[in-house]
T-cell receptor, first 118, second 113 residues
Framework: SAVISQKPSRDICQRGTSLTIQCQVD?????MFWYRQQPGQSLTLIAT?????????ESGFVIDKFPISRPNLTFSTLTVSNMSPEDSSIYLC???????????????FGPGTRLTVT | GENVGLHLPTLSVQEGDNSIINCAYS??????FIWYKQESGKGPQFIID?????DKRQGQRVTVLLNKTVKHLSLQIAATQPGDSAVYFC????????????FGGGTRVLVKP
């Protein structure tokens, strides 16, 4: 497995401001993702964080709202821009680890960042 | 397709009994499935996975069954313990499409002492 840490673990922010969430992995990984989990709901993929190129966003998510950086194979950031109360969610970083035979691709999640926008 | 659950179904289980959590997945092209456990205040924790060329896989106290005919996945937990109380999510994946997971709505498991 991988050890994934996120900063901050939680924050309370005012509407109209932006928050950058950091994700650090203890080993080099090929694939990193950002998910959102709204209160009481399941997880929704925001984007794939690509190392050295622009992130790939899922339908309903745009770069201007959720800019993502991935400068290397162990680190990524997600920014939630111009926040509104509807952005209150848990934001989760995820990585894929392939086993040595490249048969299974286990995906692991960080602890999440709990964001409340007032 | 996506499946975001607005209401989490709850499974109440007596400690020591077996639990069965069910999941209907949406995409017949999905070829890899994972079960996650999420405890309050934590991120999802990988439990067990199964590839589409298998119909059963066993781990420690857990078994995943896959029925591709009806697009159904289940997680069986043997001798359920209080520490098993959590929300359980199934996730489906098409690895050729980039390992992006689509999550089911989740089931809350409450273990009664």
């Amino acid at each position: 497995s991988a050890v994934i840490s996120q900063k901050p673990s939680r924050d309370i922010c005012q509407r109209g401001t932006s928050l950058t969430i950091q994700c650090q992995v203890d080993s080099q990984v090929t694939m990193m993702f950002w998910y959102r989990q709204q209160p009481g709901q399941s997880l929704t993929l925001i984007a794939t964080a690509n190392q050295g190129s622009e992130a790939t966003y899922e339908s309903g998510f745009v770069i201007d709202k959720f800019p993502i950086s991935r400068p290397n194979l162990t680190f990524s950031t997600l920014t939630v821009s111009n926040m509104s109360p509807e952005d209150s969610s848990i934001y989760l970083c995820s990585v894929v680890l392939a086993d040595v035979r490249n048969i299974n691709y286990e995906q692991y999640f960080g602890p999440g960042t709990r964001l409340t926008v007032t | 397709g996506e499946n975001v659950g607005l209401h989490l179904p709850t499974l109440s289980v007596q400690e020591g009994d077996n639990s069965i959590i069910n999941c209907a997945y949406s995409n017949s092209a999905s070829d890899y499935f994972i079960w996650y456990k999420q405890e309050s205040g934590k991120g999802p924790q990988f439990i067990i996975d199964i590839r589409s060329n298998m119909d059963k896989r066993q781990g420690q106290r857990v078994t995943v069954l896959l029925n591709k005919t009806v697009k159904h996945l289940s997680l069986q937990i043997a001798a359920t313990q209080p520490g098993d109380s959590a929300v359980y999510f199934c996730a489906e994946n098409i690895r050729a499409a980039g390992n992006k997971l689509t999550f089911g709505g989740g089931t809350r498991v409450l273990v009664k002492p």
